[in-house]
């Protein structure tokens, strides 16, 4: 029974050994392998990515803020789009009483050319 008892210990050591020994240094066993060694974060958007980002978060609010879903807002419902409401008249440059969204980018596109 003790040398049982005894060979038991043993192969149980040996086996723990044997997994100390093939985990690499500095490696934490309970983080998973996909999670090793990847970079911290991802750089910050810049240029035309920084841009595109800017874009569809634009675009998400002007849907969010287009309560019946039609595309277009109109003076009461560009109220929940502060920009929007703000200079409606000169976003709405064909006088339809509504604005889309490509009316929208036009507008930003043109305040910004005349920035330049």
Do not use: C, W
Not at 13 to 26: D, E, K, R, T, Y
Not at 50 to 76: H, I, T, V, Y
């Amino acid at each position: 029974m003790k040398t049982m008892t005894l060979f038991l210990l043993l192969v149980s050591a040996a086996g723990a050994a044997a997994a100390q020994a093939q985990a690499p240094v500095g490696v934490d066993g309970t983080v998973p392998p996909a999670l090793r060694n990847r970079p911290a974060e991802a750089p910050p958007a810049a240029g035309a990515a920084l841009r595109a980002q800017a874009l569809a978060k634009l675009e998400a609010q002007f849907r969010a803020a287009d309560l019946d879903g039609n595309g277009s807002l109109s003076a009461d419902e560009a109220k929940n789009f502060g920009f929007v409401a703000r200079h409606f008249d000169a976003i709405d440059s064909r006088r339809r009483g509504h604005v889309t969204f490509d009316d929208l980018r036009s507008y930003l596109a043109q305040a910004r050319d005349g920035r330049r």
